[in-house]
T-cell receptor, first 112, second 114 residues
C-alpha cells in the first residue's frame, strides 16, 4: 500500500529560527513529490514539486530536498516568520494528477 | 482572480438528509477533484473529473455522487448523509491530467452530520 509518513507531527519554534520537516514515502511507481502549505481554515497551497531527478528546489525561504534512493524528502524553512504557522503536507504522485498520496502533515507553530 | 470557490463554507445536516456541495473554478482548468480531509488522515480522493463530461471514482466514493455540470463547475452530492461523512471537503482543479501540475484547492466546506 502506498504510504507517506511525515515527522514530526507538530513543532513549535521561535520566530527567526530555522526548521526542517521530514517526509518518508513508500509509493510506487514514483512520479513526483510535492510540498503544500495549509493555513488553518484554508485549502492547501502548492510550495514545490520535484521529480526524481531534482535534488533541491526552492521557493523563497522554503527549500525542499529529495533523495529518491532512500525515498526521503525534507522541507527546510529559513528565518521563520509568524505567517509560516500552518500545516505542511507532503504529497507523492504515482502517475496522473489524480494519483496522489497525501501525508497527514506537520503542524508548525512559530511564536514570538 | 477567485481561483476555486466552494459553497457553502459550513453546513450541519441530520442523518439521512441530502445535500449538494458546489465547486466552481475560473482558471479554465480541464480537471477537477473532490477530496475529504479527516483528523489524523491525509486527504483522500472521492471522485474526479479528468475533463468535461467524464467522472471517475477515487479512493473513497461510497455514499457520494458527482456531476460535472460544465467546464467550470463540479458538484458533490450526499444522497443520505451519515455521521461517518462528517469531514472537511475540498475541491481542487488542474489544467489537465499531466502529473507535474499543481492542484489548486478551494477553502473547503466543513460538514457535520448529526
Amino acid at each position: 500500500k502506498n504510504q507517506v509518513e511525515q515527522s514530526p507531527q507538530s513543532l513549535i519554534i521561535l520566530e527567526g529560527k530555522n526548521c526542517t520537516l521530514q517526509c518518508n514515502y513508500t509509493v510506487s511507481p514514483f512520479s513526483n513529490l510535492r510540498w503544500y502549505k495549509q493555513d488553518t481554515g484554508r485549502g492547501p497551497v502548492s510550495l514545490t514539486i520535484m521529480t526524481f531527478s531534482e535534488n533541491t528546489k526552492s521557493n523563497g525561504r522554503y527549500t525542499a530536498t529529495l533523495d529518491a534512493d532512500t525515498k526521503q524528502s525534507s522541507l527546510h524553512i529559513t528565518a521563520s516568520q509568524l505567517s509560516d504557522s500552518a500545516s505542511y503536507i507532503c504529497v507523492v504522485t504515482t502517475g496522473t494528477a489524480s494519483k496522489l498520496t497525501f501525508g497527514t502533515g506537520t503542524r508548525l507553530q512559530v511564536t514570538l | 482572480n477567485a481561483g476555486v470557490t466552494q459553497t457553502p463554507k459550513f453546513q450541519v445536516l441530520k442523518t439521512g438528509q441530502s445535500m449538494t456541495l458546489q465547486c466552481a473554478q475560473d482558471m479554465n482548468h480541464n480537471s477537477m477533484y473532490w477530496y475529504r480531509q479527516d483528523p489524523g488522515m491525509g486527504l483522500r480522493l472521492i471522485y474526479y473529473s479528468a475533463s468535461e463530461g467524464t467522472t471517475d471514482k477515487g479512493e473513497v466514493p461510497n455514499g457520494y455522487n458527482v456531476s460535472r455540470l460544465n467546464k467550470r463547475e463540479f458538484s458533490l452530492r450526499l444522497e443520505s448523509a451519515a455521521p461517518s461523512q462528517t469531514s472537511v471537503y475540498f475541491c481542487a482543479s488542474t489544467p489537465g491530467q499531466g502529473n507535474y501540475q499543481p492542484q489548486h484547492f478551494g477553502d473547503g466546506t466543513r460538514l457535520s452530520i448529526l
